[in-house]
């Protein structure tokens, strides 16, 4: 039996991942095609989810020095903003940190953890064995060489070699529409062009060093294929003809075009070759989601993942990732597609009239606390729940833990080593010990005090929560709740 997983992708979800199993103490090795990391950046957002993902881990500090924390988002560019901050949370932000950054982060810990990643290697062909998987690659030299693992997961992003190796459909629509990118070092822009520019939606947003990027939708050059270059000529016009002027841009660092084609994988797994990221969704980059996406199904499967190499996973635990992660993939193309209609709708002559009236309306409608919670939630992925495993599940179940202040300290960093966490009464019967991926400690979560027991995940989520306080039943419970998730007999 082969042990170990590859990882093809040094993207962000790929380099989550890996840092995820090597913490688990999952011999991990990632294999990408690209010699150096890219450094121009598409993502330029973590969002507040993400942002409690790298404080769990205990990277938070490596991040928050290099990026800008912003508190409102757009949805589908309406003028009235998606609110985080009344979200409730620790870290009710989204932090601006260009996806260069966050790779170069997570590839300096992936190393720390004693991860090889193979940059310079190419997967060619993936094939599944009942023992194992082996990945064909070519090296740097176009060498050939063949390698083996437990378990492959593909984070090779939209294109993914390895979903198709595996026999995994990835049904959808093609593109239809393609916006264009351009992030400029010098823009001079005369007084009020950026503000006109911005009403008349087109993003800028200022970047790490003075640089400016700008996003826009041309209806002139809507249905350009992405694959097409973009020409400084064509930006310029564009910008003149959507803000008014070109906004003094000089000379571009970076220019490029974007679509909305639109597929979700029709699995997430086959065997013992698993997706995650882009790998299994793609969408039109609207309110800043894939990157974020990607590290939470990262953040999901790891553990899992781990816990079936490392021998302890309870029956089915693995297979709970794409039913927890595939319907979360749903939802994200479904509001990137009614975010693409907002978009191109008022763009199109004949749906200009309404179409701007339904962005009116929805725009009222965002400046509505119950409309902010569930479009903020879930863009910034605090309201992400995942199905109870049984019936009478506490409601809790499933549901993220939000950060609290513990008598020793905060909750957060006691997950940093990605451990299941058992939060106990005192008067409850001692908990297990010595088990090396559960952690006990005797408190109440502050901001539950009618919740006499949880069981956190490692990822952050309830695995299971009781208000009893009648001690057989809740140690019953209990019992119960470690053997489905701990996959430990008590
Ligand atoms: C214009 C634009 C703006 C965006 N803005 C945001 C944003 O603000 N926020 C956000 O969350 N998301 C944003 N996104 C989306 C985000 O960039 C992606 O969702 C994210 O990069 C996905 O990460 P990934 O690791 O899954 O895949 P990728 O980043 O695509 O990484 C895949 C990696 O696999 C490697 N690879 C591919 N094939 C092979 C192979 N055969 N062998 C070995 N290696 C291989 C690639 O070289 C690459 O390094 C934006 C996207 C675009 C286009």
Redesign the pocket.
Request: glycine share 20%.
């Given at each position: 039996m082969d042990t170990g997983v590859i990882v093809?992708?040094?993207?962000?979800?790929?380099l989550m991942l890996a840092c995820e199993l090597a913490l688990a103490g999952v011999p991990t090795r990632v294999?990408?095609?690209?010699i150096e990391p890219?450094r121009d950046s598409?993502?330029?957002?973590l969002?507040p989810r993400s942002v409690e993902l790298m404080d769990q881990r205990g990277l938070l500090d490596r991040f928050l020095p290099l990026g800008r924390k912003v508190t409102g988002w757009h949805f589908g560019g309406l003028p009235t903003q998606l609110d985080f901050a009344a979200l409730g949370a620790r870290h009710g932000y989204a932090l601006f940190l260009a996806?260069a950054r966050t790779e170069a982060i997570l590839a300096e810990r992936a190393g720390e953890l004693g991860v090889e990643i193979s940059r310079g290697?190419?997967?060619?062909a993936v094939r599944q064995d009942a023992d194992g998987v082996e990945v064909e690659v070519r090296g740097p030299d176009d060498v050939a060489q063949t390698l083996r693992a437990g378990y492959v997961v593909g984070?090779?992003?939209?294109?993914?070699?390895?979903r198709a190796a595996a026999g995994i459909g990835f049904p959808g629509t093609d593109e239809t529409l393609t916006g264009m990118?351009g992030d400029f070092a010098v823009v001079d822009a005369r007084p009020g062009e950026l503000e006109t520019a911005r009403e008349r939606g087109v993003l800028s947003v200022p970047l790490e060093g003075g640089s400016t990027r700008f996003?826009l939708l041309d209806p002139e050059l809507l249905r350009v294929s992405s694959r097409e270059p973009v020409t400084l000529e064509e930006f310029r016009a564009a910008l003149v003809r959507r803000a008014g002027s070109d906004c003094g841009v000089g000379e571009p660092r970076w220019l490029?075009r974007?679509g909305n084609a639109t597929r979700l994988a029709d699995r997430y797994r086959a065997g013992r070759v698993l997706l995650?990221?882009?790998?299994a969704h793609i969408h039109f980059?609207a309110a800043?989601?894939?990157?974020?996406?990607?590290l939470q199904d990262a953040m999901n499967l790891g553990w899992k993942l781990a816990a079936t190499v490392n021998g302890w996973a309870p029956p089915g635990l693995l297979d709970t990732y794409e039913a927890e992660r595939r319907p979360i993939g749903r939802a994200l193309i479904e509001n990137t597609e009614i975010q693409t209609l907002l978009f191109e709708l008022p763009l199109m002559e004949q749906y200009r009239r309404p179409a701007t009236a339904l962005r009116t309306l929805l725009d009222e409608l965002l400046g509505m606390e119950e409309v902010n919670r569930r479009l903020a939630g879930q863009v910034s992925a605090l309201g992400t729940v995942y199905p109870p495993t049984t019936p009478d599940a506490d409601p809790l179940v499933g549901h993220r833990i939000p950060d609290a202040d513990l008598p020793r300290g905060r909750l957060y960093p006691l997950l940093k080593k990605a451990t299941f966490l058992l939060l106990t009464r005192p008067d409850t019967p001692a908990p297990p010990t010595g088990l090396p991926h559960l952690t006990t400690l005797t408190a109440l979560h502050p901001a539950l005090p009618d919740v006499t027991e949880i069981l956190i995940r490692p990822d952050g989520h309830t695995a299971w929560a009781t208000r009893t306080t009648a001690t057989k039943k809740r140690t019953e419970e209990r019992a119960g709740a470690l053997r489905g998730w701990v996959g430990v007999n008590v």
């Open positions: 093809v992708g040094a993207g962000p979800t790929g294999v990408e095609r690209r890219q598409r993502a330029l957002s969002h996806q290697h190419e997967v060619r984070c090779d992003g939209g294109r993914s070699v390895v990118l996003v490029s974007f995650a990221g882009d790998a980059p800043g989601q894939g990157l974020n996406t990607g």
